[in-house]
């Protein structure tokens, strides 16, 4: 038989029991769009983490407190107060740490902040004005925190675009006075907006910053930092700059096993290697879970395909009668299988697009990516699939004696 033969032959059998086609159909559907969507809204997620952190600084290491204990039970990881101002000294020596250029200590708190009849709960980070190029933060109105203002205690304060919006939702917050507790600070800027941290819970637009040094004189008291963020020089010395980091707060703390430190010290590059870790870990457990649905309808069409080769048994001994081969049988029904699938699978590709716009775009708000290699991969694996589980009913077919088969009723 000629190549058109075969696919008109395809579509004929394909097109006399449409229902049982469309089962037959359902399940590589499924399985193909999981994929698509599935690879697509990992490889979303890892973007958007990516940018995230990212959006943090620009070659940031940052050191975080240790566990504090309750009784005998340990809290979690920055729960405790022990980062010191000698920690801070250490840090700021160029002999401990040649390959760092920026460092910046805060202290912050959650605090209620009022405007009139509006407030805001957020959180307040009492900062250098340094914090401005470590954590990358860009102004969009007004101005960051200044020299002057740490070094007079100055009452100023520069608001994240989210707690702009809850105070002065219609109204330009610049030189407008807010009240924090029964203290008074006059409002300087806004920041550009940044969303949410690597880790998808803390937005970074809901926040406000002050002069550190009125933070700890006025608000807070003189309590040890919450965390110390530093920046390194560059990207290609960011492994030896936490080393450095490392040793020289151990050393600070007058200890030489890691494991006894009371603080953490962890760089962008690890940190995103860990969340992309368990994204894509996730994404894998979520293909697998559509693998299955991949294997079972590979399962349903070969099981149509052997009710195919029992319906068309006269058919099947009529062509051999008149000449046809049994590897021309074969061939067929093998045929019949694969355009089966193939059209499953573009069928799915599309869904499976469909899908993963419509999930990422309106309700975990990710960025939209396709994978041109997933695709490949759905088309080669629908066609896998076809030849695989559409072998055996077609061996079948092509066995069968045409004498026999003629008989059949």
């Known amino acids: 038989m000629k190549f058109m033969e075969f696919l008109l032959s395809a579509k004929t059998a394909i097109l006399t029991n449409k229902g049982r086609t469309i089962l037959s159909m359902l399940g590589i559907i499924i399985g193909i769009s999981s994929v698509i969507a599935m690879i697509s809204i990992g490889k979303g997620a890892q973007s958007k983490i990516t940018s995230n952190i990212q959006s943090l600084g620009s070659n940031v290491i940052i050191v975080s407190p240790g566990n504090a204990t309750v009784g005998n039970v340990r809290q979690g990881l920055g729960t405790a107060s022990t980062l010191t101002q000698q920690y801070v000294d250490a840090l700021s020596s160029r002999f401990n740490t040649p390959d760092i250029s920026f460092i910046s200590p805060s202290v912050s708190k959650n605090e209620e902040i009022i405007y009139k009849n509006q407030n805001a709960v957020t959180k307040l980070n009492g900062v250098y004005p340094q914090a401005q190029i470590v954590n990358n933060i860009t102004i969009s109105l007004g101005s960051f925190i200044t020299i002057p203002d740490v070094s007079n205690n100055f009452h100023v304060i520069v608001l994240g675009p989210i707690v702009e919006s809850e105070l002065f939702p219609h109204v330009n917050p610049i030189g407008k006075t807010v009240s924090i507790g029964q203290t008074l600070f006059t409002v300087i800027g806004v920041t550009a907006s940044k969303g949410t941290s690597g880790n998808g819970v803390f937005n970074q637009d809901d926040q406000v910053w002050i002069p550190i040094t009125t933070a700890k004189n006025t608000l807070l008291g003189n309590?040890?930092?919450?965390?110390?963020?530093?920046?390194?020089?560059?990207?290609?010395?960011?492994?030896?700059?936490?080393?450095?980091?490392?040793?020289?707060?151990?050393?600070?703390?007058?200890?030489?096993?890691?494991?006894?430190?009371?603080?953490?010290?962890?760089?962008?590059?690890?940190?995103?290697?860990?969340?992309?870790?368990?994204?894509?870990?996730?994404?894998?457990?979520?293909?697998?879970?559509?693998?299955?649905?991949?294997?079972?309808?590979?399962?349903?069409?070969?099981?149509?395909?052997?009710?195919?080769?029992?319906?068309?048994?006269?058919?099947?001994?009529?062509?051999?009668?008149?000449?046809?081969?049994?590897?021309?049988?074969?061939?067929?029904?093998?045929?019949?299988?694969?355009?089966?699938?193939?059209?499953?699978?573009?069928?799915?590709?599309?869904?499976?697009?469909?899908?993963?716009?419509?999930?990422?775009?309106?309700?975990?708000?990710?960025?939209?990516?396709?994978?041109?290699?997933?695709?490949?991969?759905?088309?080669?694996?629908?066609?896998?699939?076809?030849?695989?589980f559409g072998l055996f009913p077609a061996y079948k077919a092509s066995k069968l004696s045409a004498i026999e088969a003629l008989r059949y009723e």
């Open 223 to 388: 309590i040890n930092y919450s965390s110390i963020n530093l920046e390194a020089k560059n990207s290609k010395v960011m492994n030896k700059a936490t080393a450095e980091v490392q040793n020289t707060l151990m050393k600070a703390q007058g200890i030489k096993n890691p494991n006894l430190a009371n603080f953490t010290v962890e760089n962008q590059t690890q940190i995103l290697s860990t969340l992309n870790t368990i994204t894509g870990t996730f994404t894998l457990l979520l293909e697998g879970i559509a693998g299955i649905s991949l294997i079972v309808g590979g399962i349903g069409i070969m099981n149509i395909m052997l009710v195919s080769v029992t319906e068309r048994t006269r058919e099947i001994g009529l062509r051999k009668a008149v000449g046809a081969k049994g590897s021309d049988i074969m061939i067929q029904f093998l045929f019949e299988t694969i355009i089966l699938t193939l059209i499953s699978g573009t069928i799915g590709i599309l869904f499976g697009i469909f899908l993963s716009f419509i999930i990422s775009s309106f309700v975990i708000q990710i960025p939209f990516i396709i994978s041109i290699s997933a695709i490949i991969i759905a088309i080669t694996v629908s066609a896998s699939i076809g030849f695989v």
